[in-house]
Each structure stands twice: as C-alpha cells, then as structure tokens.
C-alpha cells in the first residue's frame, strides 16, 4: 500500500509562490501514479498535476501550465509542486493521490486509490 502526506499550504499574495510537498511511503516496487488535485468550496475537485514514480511521465491541467512544476526526489521519496505566479482562482485545498497501475490515468479522482490529508492553499489579491 502507499501512505501520502501533504504539507506546504499557506497564505499569500497574487503572484505570490509556494512549494507544496507530499512524502510518499509504498511498500510496492510497481510504478506510482501520483497526482494533485484540488478543491475548492461549491467546486468539483479537479486534477492539477501529474507524475510517475520512479520515473515516466507527468501532465499538467491547462489552467497551470507554465506557472507550476511538479517534480520528485527519490532519496527523500518525497514529490513537490511549485507553484508560481500564484492567482486567486488557485486558493483551494490540495492533495496528493496514488494509485499503482499502468498506464497513468493522469486526474482521474476514481483512479486513485490513495489520499493524503490536504493542504490548504490561499491566494489574496
């Protein structure tokens, strides 16, 4: 099984940066399909960004494309998203999911079998 943690979230200002962090622990050699998403109130939760773990491919939702950047550091078995140029539309809680497949099935909630607790993300004009 794997086991995920988020943590990162915080407060700041349009145009503003943050580095969210989700510690991975899987007791399974089989690739991971990593992904965030987020959710707002009165919104659906949606995919933000994707990667593979060890190593494949990664996806990025539209929306973020160009201002966030999902990476992975396998010694710390740790994944982050940087987000850049933060906007309001970005405040949401954020969390990690997992799922042990092939191939990714890159944003899709029912995917993923397991989920971090969130991180709540909140950007001010």
């Known amino acids: 099984q794997v086991q995920l943690e988020e943590s990162g979230g915080g407060s700041v200002q349009a145009g503003g940066s943050l580095r969210l962090s989700c510690s991975v622990s899987?007791?399974?050699?089989?690739?991971?399909?990593l992904n965030w998403f987020r959710q707002a109130p009165g919104k659906e939760r949606e995919g933000v960004a994707g990667?593979?773990?060890?190593?494949?491919?990664?996806y990025y939702a539209a929306s973020v494309k160009g201002r966030f950047a999902i990476s992975q550091d396998n010694v710390k078995n740790t994944v982050y998203l940087q987000m850049n140029s933060l906007k309001p539309e970005d405040t949401a809680m954020y969390y990690c999911?997992?799922?042990?497949?092939?191939?990714?099935?890159?944003?899709?909630?029912?995917?993923?079998?397991?989920w971090g607790q969130g991180t709540q993300v909140t950007v001010s004009s």
């Open positions: 899987a007791d399974t050699r089989s690739v991971i399909c």
């Open positions: 999911a997992a799922a042990v497949s092939a191939p990714c099935r890159w944003g899709d909630v029912r995917h993923s079998n397991y």
């Open positions: 990667v593979a773990i060890p190593r494949g491919g990664s």
